[in-house]
Nanobody, 125 residues
Framework: QVQLVESGGGLVQPGGSLRLSCVVS????????MGWFRQAPGKERTFVSS????????YYADSVKGRFTISRDNAKNTVYLQMDSLKPEDTAVYYC??????????????????WGQGTQVTVSS
């Protein structure tokens, strides 16, 4: 079956950077659009960013635009989220997700078929 495993989370000070990785196994990564979502304590899970199967199109939530960068390496079955200028309000569990069938960029969680278990990101001094 398809598995998604996130890594790279941790504790960072405000203004710092982290890079999250998500490795996909058991499926056809090059045909998946990929997304990142996050869930802060006591809140619903929300969209962060997505990237098309080709990597040519990307989409960001307004709250992270200009600070976060999504990318993918189809040779490594991996999608990345580079997070710069981190703020305390970025604290959340970050999840990666995969949309099958040559998906396009979207913020709609229902469009994604597979999900990882999440990695904790904490921004605090």
């Amino acid at each position: 079956q398809v598995q998604l495993v996130e890594s790279g989370g941790g504790l960072v000070q405000p203004g710092g950077s982290l890079r999250l990785s998500c490795v996909v196994s058991g499926g056809t990564f090059r045909s998946y659009a990929m997304g990142w979502f996050r869930q802060a304590p006591g809140k619903e899970r929300t969209f962060v960013s997505s990237i098309s199967y080709s990597g040519n199109s990307t989409y960001y939530a307004d709250s992270v635009k200009g600070r976060f960068t999504i990318s993918r390496d189809n040779a490594k079955n991996t999608v990345y989220l580079q997070m710069d200028s981190l703020k305390p309000e970025d604290t959340a569990v970050y999840y990666c997700a995969a949309e099958r069938f040559w998906g396009v960029v979207t913020s709609n969680q229902a469009a994604f078929d597979y999900w990882g278990q999440g990695t904790q990101v904490t921004v605090s001094s």
